[in-house]
């Protein structure tokens, strides 16, 4: 069973960062996609940022040149690293595999180029973020 436990939300003012963590286990694979996505109030969820298994990064146009996304292998975590935040960046973020369940085991697929919502089959809790004066 897949798990994805995110960390480090919070309040933060405009022009802020934060960094939020996630750790996975219950992969079956070391090879694999994993990203961000958000859901802000009243808003569909969106997809954030994703880095390959080969450290390949994608972001949406967004949070391009103001977040970074990075992981570390050994630790199965990864992070984002999210500067001159503002108020549009309010949302609850949570870590996402791309893949999809199938007959009850999931099917891991790489980071889709235009991180549509749809190419993450799954994801955790989440931890909301805040950006507020």
């Known amino acids: 069973q897949v798990q994805l436990v995110e960390s480090g939300g919070g309040l933060v003012q405009p022009g802020g960062s934060l960094r939020l963590s996630c750790a996975a286990s219950?992969?079956?694979?070391?090879?694999?996609?994993i990203g961000w996505i958000r859901q802000a109030p009243g808003k569909e969820r969106e997809g954030v940022s994703c880095?390959?298994?080969?450290?390949?990064?994608y972001y949406s146009a967004s949070v391009k040149g103001r977040f970074t996304i990075s992981r570390d292998h050994a630790k199965n975590t990864v992070y984002l690293e999210m500067s001159d935040l503002q108020p549009e960046d309010t949302a609850v973020y949570s870590c996402a595999l791309p893949g999809t369940y199938y007959s009850g085991s999931f099917y891991y697929t790489g980071c889709a180029f235009d991180l549509r919502e749809s190419s993450f089959g799954s994801w955790g809790q989440g931890t909301q973020v805040t950006v507020s004066s």
């Open positions: 880095i390959s298994y080969r450290d390949d990064t």
């Open positions: 219950g992969l079956v694979t070391d090879y694999y996609s």
